[in-house]
């Protein structure tokens, strides 16, 4: 059975392009970068060039740049940072549909007194930047705004959010795992002050990631050891994976104008055919400036993991916000910060497309679907009835 | 990915008994949309009390429908009777097993078996028994009682798989602990009736020779008791266990956990050189 990714936001495929470039640092050349001779040495160089790219990719200086081991260990470490070498202060501004990395850190702080503000959405996801403006105090510490939503592809204005904090002297890190080669990015240019990268979500292997921290900006180290990365980060380099995600950030620019004309209209044509085709359908955050790959649709009267095991019958790959997808008994805190109710967040389905993704493969995803539906559908009590039972919004 | 049985996979993707049940004569409904699952049994019983049709509706997750359908396979057939002593664990059995966090499905098959059983006796649907104890999914604590009870359920986390209780804003998580901390204790007293001194030497002596040595013999050792002195136990070891460096700890573990479940929990091993 052939299979149709369109589970990009989970991970992408490593490019064939990527995947050469790295090879010959999982054999042949298996020095280590930071040793005196030539033969580690020149791994050594192949990092300095890979780091050269990702900063070129960003409009980074390449000093500017931190190789970690995942978007996560970036997240951690930015606000880890900000709090470590500031403090007197003790706030976080964040917003309530964060990826866990940040969510879940800032709950965690937050038992050991660390003041943490949570900025809703509206019923489109987008921020409520009046309520982001008030909550910006002396005492702020950082502000950390994912750029894209991985769930539902919503653009945070983070540019203008980024100057807010700088007039008032607040450090701004962004969350841009999902943002990094889908829409431009040009930190030269930029008032954000730090910004995290996962690399197996643009192409390149999983198991690396990119912190970029603005010249001048106050840094502490979260991996404390060797004299790696300038001391910013410890720990022997990934030298195969750096040098595969510097090569993804150099493709990364031929695939954005892709993933904005071609990705984009397979996006707008799969989102169309199926709320066409399948009656009581919506799309979350479609009212909202979005990445140009992700749909999220919602399906009512059906339930999210029942959808994904039937699509997977075809070797559909997506993934659902429902509650029973993620082994939670509440559906996705995104959708809930949204206040989709309860019977449309349970039977949601992201798709989330790239580059590899073809027309004939949506052609088969949109044929799929409204059977899957269906055939749900007819097992479902709520079908005849079409009461909306107890659609409690958070 | 859930790791679900063959089963479960077969009994989702191609569901037995599913549908409306036009002569059905005893419904059941319980669960909500806002809950994520909720479930539609439909009952034919004939004058003599025998279920001769069941069909379902299901709205949830692969293994919600999984138990319905497999429920409707269980009580087909079956009297009024006999479909009442049919449990959540019958259910999960039939399917060769649900992932644990998955078992809340098979207990609302239960519950809407119960909801439909009601409904032929001419009970009413009554309003649900009990306090509320978990506000985001409704479970009183009543159900979280027999849950505990009947499933032998320790943690808070084991309640929330098997009845979504404290799943969410986890405020009730509290009230949850002690709700098993009393329904365990009411098991440890009848249990665990005070124990004379000689019935507790001739319980550790089974014991040992029903739990321990087998365990210890497969690896060429054994174990004597010696004596016990008040709730110290003291035994000697014999063969590889006597040689092993590791001896201390293979009783410590094994021989005291034991005697702490099968016995009494106050016991302490120690070991004597002979």
Not at chain 1, 123 to 147: K, P
């Amino acid at each position: 059975m052939k299979t149709i990714y369109m589970d990009n936001n989970a991970t992408t495929r490593v490019a064939p392009e990527v995947l050469e470039a790295m090879m010959p640092y999982f054999g042949e050349f298996y020095g280590n970068p930071s040793s005196a001779h030539t033969f580690g040495g020149q791994v050594g160089h192949k990092i300095r060039e890979a780091r050269e790219k990702v900063a070129a990719f960003l409009g980074a200086h390449p000093d500017e740049i931190i190789f970690t081991s995942c978007g996560s260990e970036s997240d951690n470490t930015a606000i880890l940072s900000a709090l470590q070498t500031q403090e007197g202060k003790r706030h976080i501004v964040t917003s309530r549909v964060e990826h866990p990395a940040i969510k879940v850190l800032c709950s965690h702080l937050a038992k050991r007194g660390v003041r943490v503000t949570e900025i809703p959405v509206d019923r489109e996801g987008r921020l409520d930047m009046e309520r982001y403006e008030e909550s910006l105090t002396e005492d702020t510490a950082i502000v950390s705004l994912m750029w894209a939503n991985n769930e539902t592809g919503v653009l945070f204005p983070v540019e203008e959010a980024a100057r807010m904090a700088k007039e008032r002297g607040i450090l701004f890190h962004t969350d841009a795992v999902q943002a990094a080669g889908k829409i431009p990015i040009d930190l030269d240019r930029s008032a954000i002050d730090m910004l995290s990268i996962s690399g197996h979500k643009l192409h390149a292997p999983k198991g690396v990631g990119i912190l970029y921290v603005r010249k001048g900006t106050p840094y502490a180290p979260f991996l404390i050891g060797g004299h790696q990365e300038h001391g910013r980060r410890g720990g022997t380099e990934n030298t195969a994976s750096i040098i595969g995600l510097g090569r993804a950030c150099e493709l990364a620019k031929d695939h954005m104008a892709k993933e904005n004309t071609r990705v984009r209209a397979l996006r707008d044509r799969l989102e169309q055919e199926i709320l066409t085709r399948v009656p009581r359908t919506r799309v979350n955050g479609a009212g909202a400036e979005r990445l140009p790959n992700t749909s999220n649709i919602s399906f009512e009267f059906v339930e999210g993991e029942a959808i994904l095991l039937l699509m997977d019958e075809f070797g559909i790959c997506a993934s659902s916000g429902s509650a029973c997808t993620s082994g939670s008994l509440q559906p996705s805190h995104v959708l809930r910060a949204m206040g989709v109710p309860f019977t449309m967040a349970h039977g949601s389905i992201r798709f989330s497309l790239s580059i590899y993704n073809t027309e004939d493969e949506v052609n088969f995803v949109v044929e799929k679907v409204p059977a899957i539906i269906e055939k749900l559908r007819s097992l479902s009590p709520f079908r005849k009835t079409e009461e909306v039972a107890c659609a409690r919004e958070v | 990915m859930w790791d679900y049985t063959d089963k479960v996979k077969e009994y989702f993707l191609n569901p037995r008994n599913a549908g409306e049940l036009k002569e059905a004569n005893a419904v059941g409904e319980v669960g909500s949309m806002a809950c994520g699952d909720a479930m539609k049994l439909m009952l034919k019983v004939n004058d003599e009390g025998v279920i001769e049709d069941a069909r379902f509706l299901t709205f949830g997750c692969a293994s919600a429908i999984a138990s319905a359908s497999a429920l409707t396979e269980l009580i087909k057939g079956k009297t009024v009777e006999e479909a009442e002593k049919i449990t959540n664990q019958d259910i999960a059995k039939y399917l060769g097993g649900l992932p644990k966090e998955k078992m809340h499905c098979s207990v609302l098959g239960r519950q809407a078996m119960e909801a439909a059983l009601a409904d032929y006796k001419g009970e009413k649907v009554q309003e649900k028994e009990g306090t509320i104890v978990c506000e985001c999914f409704g479970v009183t604590d009543l159900e979280i009682e027999r849950a505990v009870r009947e499933n032998n359920l320790k943690t808070v986390e084991e309640v929330t798989d098997y009845t979504k209780a404290g799943g969410g804003c986890e405020s009730c998580h509290e009230t949850i602990r002690e709700i098993i901390a009393r329904v365990q204790g009411e098991g440890a007293v009848t249990q665990r009736p005070k124990l004379s001194n000689i019935k507790k030497i001739k319980l550790i002596e089974e014991t040992i020779e029903r739990e321990i040595r087998p365990s210890l013999q497969q690896d060429g050792g054994d174990v004597d008791l010696v004596d016990v002195i008040g709730n110290r136990v003291l035994v000697a070891t014999r063969g590889a266990c006597a040689l092993c460096h590791a001896s201390e700890i293979t009783l410590k573990s094994l021989v005291e956990a034991k005697l702490h479940e099968f016995v009494s929990p106050d016991l302490v091993v120690e070991e004597v050189k002979e």
